[in-house]
Every structure is written in C-alpha cells, then in structure tokens.
C-alpha cells in the first residue's frame, strides 16, 4: 500500500521568505503526483500537477520537482504571502489503480 | 469551464433521515469520486466511478450509496447515518486516460459539502 507523507505539519514563515514543503511516497510506480491547497472547511484547489515523466513543473510562484526514484517530491513557494497561509496537500495516483493517495497536508501560515 | 460545483453546501440531518448530496461537472471528465474528509486530516476516498460504471469502493458502509445517472453527475445516497459520519464530503472528477491528454487525471474538487448528523 502507498504511504505519503508530508514534512513538516506545520510551518511559520515571515512575508517574503522562500520555502519548501515535502512529500515522500513509499511506491515509486507512480502515475503522477498532484499538489493542492485547501483554506479552512473548503475544497481543494489543484496547484500543480507532474506526471511520472517530468522532473518540474512551475506556476507563477510556485516549483514543484519530482524524484520517484526517491520517492520525493518538493513544493517550492517563492517570496510568500499572507495570502498563501493554508493546508498544503500532496496526492499520488498509482500506475495501475484510478485512486489517489494524500499526505496529511503542512499547515502553512505566513505572518504579515 | 474546470468547475465542479456541489450542493448543498451545508446539511444537518438527523440519523433516521435520508438525504442525498449532488455533484455535477462539465468537463467531459469520465471519472468521479466521492471523498470524506475530516477535521484536520486528509481526505479519505470513498468511491470511484469511471465511465458511469462504479470501479472502486473502499469498503464504505451501506447506508452510503452512491449513483452516477450520466457522466456529468453524481449523487451520494445517505441514510441511517451516524453521527460519526458528520464531516466534510468532497466530489472531484478528472478526465480518464483514454484521453491521452496531458492533464490526464487530474483531479478537481467542488468546495464540500459540510454534513452534520445529530
């Protein structure tokens, strides 16, 4: 069975700093693997998506990198923001089953 | 158009009750899901529908039913709820890999619906 799992659960951050949130995964046969962000008792909203092939993937301010055969992946947030303060979730989706497996999320907030 | 809307937002309901939560999309996605989430832990997968057809249940008890009546819809049947059942319920769809696009499986979600059962 898959296991993800993010580092750290909770993170503090000053406006403008740079950082990095973890997810590993124990079965490196992976699909792909989906970044999310989730605000306080609403859905989720899909940040960024790596298929099996790629190492990277970028949106605006965000990085997300990829290294199955570390069973790594990494979301990188460039000069955060308040606005950026939610749960982070990491997703992956299995080569052979239509399911997804999630971290438990990092809580980030970030202080004005 | 990549939402996926869900309704009601909110339910209360008591254990006797039957209900049900709907959630559309019109994406062309093929396949659905329903998820449960609660507080402060990651979403739990429920059911999986791919091409109208139930693929995956994760061993969820019967007083859930789930119903796909065509490929843009997707209710969740409740009935004899506990109140151990009171958490967020989460619709997401994503395009099946048929499709051979690049965001092949991709999930999006609705915002939830909240379900309190008293």
């Known amino acids: 069975k898959q296991e993800v799992t993010q580092i750290p659960a909770a993170l503090s951050v000053p406006e403008g700093e740079n950082l990095v949130l973890n997810c590993s995964f124990t079965?490196?046969?992976?699909?792909?693997l989906q970044w999310f962000r989730q605000d306080p008792g609403k859905g989720l909203t899909s940040l960024l998506l790596?298929?099996?092939?790629?190492r990277e993937q970028t949106s605006g301010r965000l990085n997300a990198s990829l290294d199955k055969s570390s069973g790594r992946s990494t979301l990188y947030i460039a000069a955060s923001q308040p606005g950026d303060s939610a749960t982070y979730l990491c997703?992956?989706?299995?080569?052979?089953?239509?399911?997804?497996?999630f971290g438990s999320g990092t809580k980030l907030n970030v202080k004005p | 158009d990549t939402e996926v809307t869900q309704t009601p937002k909110h339910l209360v309901m008591g254990m006797t009750n039957k209900k049900s939560l709907k959630c559309e999309q019109h994406?062309?996605?093929?396949?659905m899901y329903w998820y449960k989430q609660k507080a402060k832990k990651p979403p739990e997968l429920m059911f999986v529908?791919?091409?109208?057809?139930?693929?995956i249940n994760e061993s969820v008890p019967s007083r859930f039913s789930p119903e796909c009546p065509n490929s843009s819809l997707l209710n969740l049947h409740l009935h004899a709820l506990q109140p151990e059942d009171s958490a967020l319920y989460l619709c997401?769809?994503?395009?099946?890999?048929?499709?051979?696009?690049?965001?092949?499986?991709?999930?999006?979600f609705g915002p939830g619906t909240r379900l309190t059962v008293t």
């Open positions: 997401a769809s994503s395009q099946d890999i048929t499709t051979y696009t690049r965001d092949h499986y991709e999930q999006y």
């Open positions: 079965d490196s046969a992976i699909y792909n």
């Open positions: 790596i298929q099996s092939s790629q």
């Open positions: 997703a992956v989706k299995l080569s052979n089953f239509n399911k997804f497996y």
């Open positions: 994406m062309g996605h093929r396949a």
């Open positions: 529908y791919s091409y109208e057809k139930l693929s």
